[in-house]
């Protein structure tokens, strides 16, 4: 069946530094990705996403590019900002035209400034 | 715009009572969605409505969880009777129907189960 694999953390940052969250899939079809964001007290929303080979989605200064190659769909921001702080969840659907996904175990990133 | 809400945020509950969990999608929202996630683990699908019809229930752990969806608005998850392995955050979430695979689904913030 389908899965994501991605970081676990929790990890803790200063605030301007590089963050990469690695990704990684596995599906039967072709899969779209996402990254969706969980900030304190609030629900889950979709940061970015990408539908196709060689897509890169971005948001918020956040970027991650669908390799199909190696089945991974990194998340990168160049310097992040205490308001980063959050639970970071990759997740997959695939292409049966419904929105059910499938989420990594999430990563909670902490920006101390 | 309201978003998704969800009742109670927190319920802490004995084992072999029942719980019932409350949510309420963005108005006009026909599919709805149920996630669960155990700590440590992955965020788990569970069920999804369109409108006031189960679509898919896959996800469902065993018959003790039950919800429904009448009129196509909101919708709720029971939980009867409760152990132990229940405990966890349930997730809903609703998305417009649409013809193509958004993935863009509105989540509410989740209800804490705690069974003990």
């Known amino acids: 069946g389908n899965s994501v694999t991605q970081m676990e953390g929790p990890v803790t940052l200063s605030e301007e530094a590089f963050l990469t969250i690695n990704c990684t899939y596995t599906a039967t079809g072709y899969p779209s990705l996402f990254w969706y964001v969980q900030y304190p007290g609030e629900g889950l929303q979709l940061l970015l996403k990408?539908?196709?080979?060689?897509d890169k989605g971005s948001n918020k200064g956040f970027e991650a590019t669908y390799r199909k190659e190696t089945t991974s769909f990194h998340l990168e921001k160049g310097s992040v900002q205490v308001s980063d702080s959050a639970v970071y969840f990759c997740?997959?659907?695939?292409?049966?035209?419904?929105?059910?996904?499938?989420f990594g175990k999430g990563m909670k990133l902490t920006v101390n400034p | 715009e309201a978003g998704v809400t969800q009742f109670p945020s927190h319920s802490v509950i004995e084992k072999g009572q029942t719980v019932t969990l409350r949510c309420d999608p963005i108005?006009?929202?026909?599919?709805l969605y149920w996630y669960r996630r155990v700590m440590g683990k992955e965020i788990k699908f569970l069920l999804h409505?369109?409108?006031?019809?189960?679509?898919?229930e896959s996800g469902m752990p065993n018959n003790r969880f039950l919800a429904e969806r009448t009129g196509g608005t909101y919708s709720t998850l029971k939980v009867q009777p409760a152990e132990l392995e229940d405990s966890g955050v349930y997730f809903c979430?609703?998305?417009?129907?649409?013809?193509?695979?958004?993935?863009?689904?509105?989540f509410g913030e989740g209800s804490r189960l705690t069974v003990l």
């Open positions: 997740a997959l659907s695939d292409r049966g035209g419904s929105e059910k996904l499938v």
């Open positions: 108005s006009g929202h026909d599919n």
């Open positions: 979430a609703s998305s417009q129907q649409t013809s193509g695979n958004t993935g863009e689904l509105f």
């Open positions: 990408a539908t196709k080979a060689d």
């Open positions: 409505f369109v409108k006031e019809s189960k679509q898919d």
